[in-house]
């Protein structure tokens, strides 16, 4: 099956720094990334959709300055939480969709959990 | 507003007992209709999903679910239980037509008790 990664699993950092965290899909190309936030116990909120070679679009509340997108190839799209606060720790899942069908499964990392200090 | 709702937050079922996890949604049409598995350390995982036609789906690991279009329902449910289903499930709609954004509800965790 289509198997997305995420890097890192984990990361811990300083308030006020900038992390990336790096979303790929192993085994086939990925016209679309999405990008989730999941607070424990609580469902995935959707944040924004990426597509190869084009601007982000970002959900409602969601601030596109706080939360850099880059989907610089088919395999590979980058979430950049810049200036990290505390209230920026969650869980962040990454999804992908193959090209190609009118309607297309996601499929999912394993996610990255950011721990702002 | 359009919304996923699964009103149970926390199941424990016996090892060998049947399951039905309960997924309601408010939309104007009917949507795409999936159900996820999230085990830690694991990604989401598609269990089954409804798109059009037999309203009973079968799936993976020996789920099934029901549309029920009456209700505005797609329970998810499983004939006997077994320890490794423990995880976290969840119900999510994608409008038709809408960019394949997904809507998630806010789960339903499932303990499997042996």
């Known amino acids: 099956g289509a198997v997305v990664s995420q890097h890192p699993s984990r990361v811990i950092c300083k308030s006020g720094t900038s992390v990336k965290i790096e979303c790929r899909s192993l085994?086939?190309?990925?016209?679309?990334m999405f990008w989730y936030r999941q607070f424990p116990k609580q469902s995935l909120m959707l944040m924004a959709t990426s597509n190869e070679g084009s601007k982000a679009t970002y959900e409602q509340g969601v601030e596109k300055d706080k939360f850099l997108i880059n989907h610089a190839s088919l395999t590979l799209s980058t979430l950049t939480v810049t200036s990290a606060h505390p209230e920026d720790s969650s869980f962040y899942i990454c999804s992908a969709i193959p090209g190609g069908a009118f309607y297309n499964e996601q499929f999912f990392g394993p996610g990255t959990r950011l721990t702002v200090l | 507003a359009q919304s996923v709702t699964q009103p149970d937050i926390h199941i424990t079922v016996s090892e060998g007992a049947s399951l039905e996890l309960r997924c309601n949604y408010s939309y104007g049409a009917t949507p795409y209709l999936f159900w996820y598995v999230q085990s830690p350390g694991q990604g989401l995982q598609l269990l089954l999903k409804?798109?059009?036609?037999?309203?009973l789906v079968q799936g993976i690991k020996g789920f099934e679910a029901e549309f029920k279009r009456s209700q505005s329902s797609f329970n998810l449910r499983k004939p006997s239980v077994h320890w490794s289903d423990a995880a976290e499930y969840f119900c999510a709609v994608a409008e038709r037509g809408g960019g394949n954004k997904l809507t998630f509800g806010t789960g339903t965790q499932l303990k499997v008790e042996l």
């Open positions: 085994d086939f190309q990925a016209t679309t």
């Open positions: 409804y798109f059009s036609g037999d309203t």
